[in-house]
């Protein structure tokens, strides 16, 4: 036998250096995956461990000299008649294969080739991952992930022997006959090969895509990682670490585009067993494997690292960068998994992703609960959609007769076993898990929504109690008490008409934002920060630049809790908030995203953490210190540098130079200039950079002036509410008042037009973000007519709203050309 690893040891194993992906029906879609990675992208530098395949043809051989091939057909047979229950038949398959036995061929083949791999690696008895790889596994239309078993840890030609057996059975676990069934696949034309890799001794691991898998974006990398090895996000036990990088910016000099970082709880992490292994040498069944519980360990991971990221700054872009290389490699969106250890990076498998990727309608369809109730729990979302039905708690996935249809499962985690009650099941609810686990992508498969991640659901929901899972609002799902009523909109992008006036939309979760990258708008038209300060950050902004004005030992924990991995706070404001304005300035990119600095009150203000020691108690916050002119009063100028310092690193160190700066509320020209000189203090200095900022138009100064502010800003954006409040003298939140509040009246409508006027005599844009343009169609007209340049709506209103905005502007074509 040759001991040159580039060449085959026999016809019955394969190494991976000289396999490619055109391998697949020799040695699975796994094994054929990784020595296309090895082969063909090494020296781009992805490192990927190595190792060897036994073949397909080892497989077939094997049940033929058993003479297994018969008395499987029986079974399958029967399972087909219903004579037989799944659970019966695949456990009865499997004990046939774990009993059969390799010819002294077979066996010398592989125990060779293992100590080969050793010889390679300079150490005797190495540790082996023995995955399982059938030849119909990770094609772009079909996964087949999690079907088969792996086996982490194995040591010695006996362990790896037996491995392989038990990976043979597992061709025939319950969810992998349930797969093939479902898609089409004859399971005894289905072989399996086993790829045996050096083990890598991951201090963490994780999964990574590379596209958006909630909604098929796919212009970022998602990655996802827990400390220790793989398997505990793979089996959704623990709630990963979540990192977003926006690849069209990585090859750009000098830019880090990483645009999210979510710590995850982390609470346990698998590790290597240590000592003696139990002996293989006598006979197992798939039921009493003798690797499930001995080769790792499950322990408590340490406060340290419950708290700390497993992957710096320079890891992700590392891991991003090598998922862009090898989607362009194989010309698809990519699913992969990789390790780290103490020498550095590693990937360790490679698939197609095969269900974003494979949505091809141009329907978008939209979800939208119509009432509310007592908030139950909240995870990470799994879909986009909504659903309702009884609790329905259950810990053995194999108890399929007693779940009822259409119920809401409700389980600690789920992992691929789970599979045939999932089918059963109107919405999924489990206590861990993360939105890259097997039980993700199966249930976005299934097109069941799924909330993973909650920590508490099986102590908090009780057996029957109806609830609603809401899946609508971005990457938190939440879970409410009772059925509630909701609407679904189906939106046909092909048939939104193109508009001369820009259409663009409002945005204020980065969440949720992706959900919207189909839409064919101009760009984000009015983002507000506020909400990614109250929601994300929570920490009032004075708090952190002066913590000795907190004296409340409760918020003073609090805050600590929060910024407990920056030494320096005021830091954890401005990265939380350039993330935050990054990631929604990527889902337009290179489109212009209009970013609103923060336009709190101050009663809103008080109510962040800390904001009672720093803020006024104010008769009329409304009209009080709010937009501009707290950005330079004493109270909070040292805050709204952080606000520009967080713009600064989005457009700068981030990439995002389609960032506008928009000033609200501002009242005099004055203040104007009082602002900008602040921001130019803080780094963010108008036209540098190419920097523009835009005022808010929503104070009758900021009309009748129009020409000064035009030389003072780039641009003007009508905040219709403010400027109808204080046209019309009207309080907007009066219910007494509420049939005079409408921005149709005629004064608000010359003060629109007169500055819309005068913007462009000074070459200034005008837009206007708000809902009256698509409700009212006449509004609409007025607004075309006017000559403004771009409306920005809700995300849901945008097809009705180019609607409205498209008739208008044929009716002012017609009319300007002099026909009825």
């Not at 809401?408 to 993360?434: F, H, Q, S, Y």
């Not at 929604?584 to 809103?604: C, G, H, L, T, W």
């Not at 803020?615 to 501009?628: K, V």
């Not at 200095?685 to 035009?710: H, T, W």
Request: charged share 20%; net charge negative; proline share 5%.
């Amino acid at each position: 036998m040759t001991s040159d690893p580039q060449r085959p040891a026999s016809p019955m194993i394969y190494w991976y250096p000289q396999l490619r992906t055109t391998d697949i029906p020799s040695v699975g879609g796994k094994n054929a995956s990784l020595g296309e990675m090895i082969s063909q992208l090494k020296a781009a530098g992805i490192r990927v461990p190595t190792g060897f395949a036994t073949s397909a043809q080892l497989f077939r051989d094997f049940l033929h000299q058993n003479q297994l091939d018969e008395p499987i057909a029986e079974r399958l047979a029967a399972l087909d008649t219903g004579s037989a229950t799944l659970a019966d038949t695949g456990a009865a398959i499997r004990q046939l294969i774990a009993q059969g036995s390799f010819t002294d061929t077979q066996q010398n083949a592989m125990t060779d080739a293992y100590q080969q791999l050793c010889d390679q690696l300079g150490r005797s008895n190495i540790s082996v991952a023995v995955r399982s790889s059938a030849t119909a596994e990770d094609l772009p239309d079909a996964s087949f992930a999690g079907q088969q078993e792996s086996y982490l840890n194995i040591r010695g030609q006996a362990q790896v022997l037996h491995a392989c057996k038990l990976c043979f059975a597992s061709l025939y676990t319950d969810r992998a006959i349930v797969y093939r069934q479902e898609k089409g696949f004859a399971h005894q034309q289905v072989a399996l090969s086993v790829g045996v890799q050096q083990m890598i001794e991951s201090q963490a691991a994780g999964v990574m895509f590379s596209l958006d898998t909630e909604n098929g974006f796919p212009d970022v990398v998602m990655i996802s990682g827990a400390w220790g090895l793989g398997e505990t996000i793979v089996q959704g036990s623990v709630t990963p670490d979540r990192f977003m990088v926006y690849k069209p910016l990585l090859e750009k000099a000098g830019i880090r585009p990483i645009i999210e970082k979510q710590p995850g709880n982390k609470q346990q992490k698998m590790v290597y067993a240590t000592g003696d292994l139990p002996d293989a040498s006598s006979d197992h069944t798939p039921e009493k494997l003798p690797f499930t519980d001995k080769q790792t360990v499950t322990l408590p991971t340490t406060e340290q690292e419950r708290c700390s990221l497993v992957l710096s700054d320079d890891e992700i872009l590392q891991l991003a960068r090598w998922a862009v290389m090898i989607e362009r490699h194989y010309g698809c969106p990519m699913d992969m998994e990789w390790a780290k250890d103490a020498q550095g990076l590693y990937l360790v498998q490679a698939r197609p992703e095969t269900v974003e990727s494979q949505k091809k309608q141009a329907v978008l369809v939209n979800y939208r609960l119509k009432e509310t109730s007592t908030l139950l729990l909240e995870g990470a979302s799994v879909g986009s959609a909504i659903a309702t039905g009884p609790v329905f708690q259950i810990n053995d996935p194999h108890n399929t007769e007693a779940f009822p249809d259409g119920a809401i499962l409700v389980t600690e985690r789920t992992d691929p076993d789970w599979v045939p009650l999932m089918r059963k099941a109107a919405g999924i609810i489990t206590d861990t898990g993360g939105p890259t686990s097997h039980a993700a992508i199966v249930s976005r498969e299934l097109k069941v929504p799924a909330i993973v991640g909650t920590e508490h659901a099986t102590q908090t929901l009780t057996q029957g109690q109806a609830v609603t899972l809401s899946c609508a609002g971005g990457a938190v799902g939440k879970v409410y008490e009772g059925i509630l009523k909701y609407e679904t909109q189906q939106v046909d992008l092909d048939a939104i008409p193109h508009t001369r006036t820009a259409v663009m939309i409002n945005a204020a979760m980065p969440d949720g934002v992706f959900r919207w990258w189909q839409l064919p708008v101009a760009g984000i038209g009015l983002t507000r920060i506020e909400f990614i300060i109250s929601s994300q950050i929570r920490v009032h902004p004075m708090a952190l630049i002066h913590p000795e004005k907190v004296t409340d030992p409760s918020v003073r924990q609090s805050i600590s809790d929060l910024t407990r991995n920056y030494a320096h706070q005021p830091d954890y404001f401005v990265d939380f908030l350039a993330l935050g304005v990054g990631k929604i300035a990527a889902s337009q990119y290179p489109k212009p995203v209009i970013v609103r600095m923060s336009d709190f009150k101050s009663n809103e203000y008080r109510g962040l953490l800390g904001g009672e020691f720093f803020e006024l108690n104010e008769e009329n916050p409304m009209l009080g210190l709010r937009g501009a002119s707290r950005y330079y009063h004493p109270l909070y100028r040292e805050a709204f540098k952080l606000e520009c310092q967080a713009i600064v690193k989005a457009r700068q160190t981030m990439g995002f130079d389609n960032i506008i700066v928009m000033i609200p509320f501002c009242r005099t020209t004055g203040e104007a200039d009082k602002v900008l000189d602040v921001m130019a203090e803080a780094g963010l200095k108008r036209g540098e950079n190419g920097l523009q900022v835009y005022v808010m138009c929503e104070i009758p100064s900021n009309v009748i002036l129009a020409d000064r502010f035009a030389q003072r800003f780039d641009g003007f954006s009508i905040g219709s509410n403010d400027l109808t409040q204080l046209v019309l003298g009207i309080d907007r939140d009066s219910a007494e008042l509420k049939p005079l509040f409408d921005a149709r009246d005629d004064a608000v409508k010359e003060m629109i037009a007169e500055v819309i006027t005068v913007a462009h005599q000074y070459g200034c844009k005008v837009g206007i973000c708000g809902q009256a343009p698509s409700d009212h169609p006449e509004f609409a007209e007025f607004l075309v007519n006017c000559g403004i340049d771009s409306i920005s709506l809700n995300p849901d209103s945008v097809a009705k709203g180019c609607e409205q905005v498209a008739l208008a502007e044929l009716k002012f074509q017609i009319n300007t050309a002099g026909y009825e």
